[in-house]
């Protein structure tokens, strides 16, 4: 538990919050501020700023529940189809800093936005990066 950090107070039911599931791990409840009906949070209990810092055992089995839990939202919202989003650090639109991974069921016809521009890249450019990152792996 890292003080002031409300989704920890959350995760661990120190703060209500409107849970759809919950096991020794995760806590999954529903966004206060829904971009679309069914907008939900999976949040580890455990604190992890991001992504970065979050260990590979807690990534794994957030991967596996966050498949559960959007068929179950499919499922509940007769949803035409769903964003998985999941934000790190403030550039990124990261406003709670305890990792969290959204789902938001689309429906036809809404409004909500989670786009970006497609640009340019030279194939040397592709080259370069997938390089360094590849070291790095
Ligand atoms: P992000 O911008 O990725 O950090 O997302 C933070 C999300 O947390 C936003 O979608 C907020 O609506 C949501 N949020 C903030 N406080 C609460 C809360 N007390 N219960 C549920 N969701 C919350
Ligand atoms: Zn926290």
Same mark, same amino acid.
């Given at each position: ?6 989704? *920890? ?12 599931? &919950? @096991?020794?791990? =995760? ?18 209990? &455990?604190?992890?700023? @991001? ?27 007769? *949803? ?6 999941? @934000? ?8 709670? =800093?305890? =990792? ?26 592709? @080259? &370069? ?9």
């Amino acid at each position: 538990m890292k003080e002031d950090c409300i989704f *920890c107070k959350i995760a661990n039911g120190m703060i209500s919050s409107t849970t759809i599931y &919950e @096991n020794s791990d =995760f806590k999954v409840i529903l966004d206060v501020s829904p971009a679309s009906k069914g907008h939900t949070l999976i949040l580890p209990k &455990e604190h992890f700023d @991001n992504i970065f810092d979050m260990d590979a055992d807690t990534a794994g089995k957030l991967f596996s529940l966050a498949a559960a839990v959007a068929r179950a939202l499919k499922q509940a919202t007769n *949803c035409d189809g769903m964003n998985i989003v999941q @934000n790190n650090g403030e550039i990124a639109g990261q406003t709670v =800093f305890h =990792f969290h991974m959204h789902l938001i069921p689309r429906y036809e016809g809404d409004q909500v936005q989670v786009t970006w521009n497609p640009g340019t890249a030279t194939q040397e450019e592709l @080259n &370069e990066i997938a390089a360094a990152v590849k070291k790095e792996l």
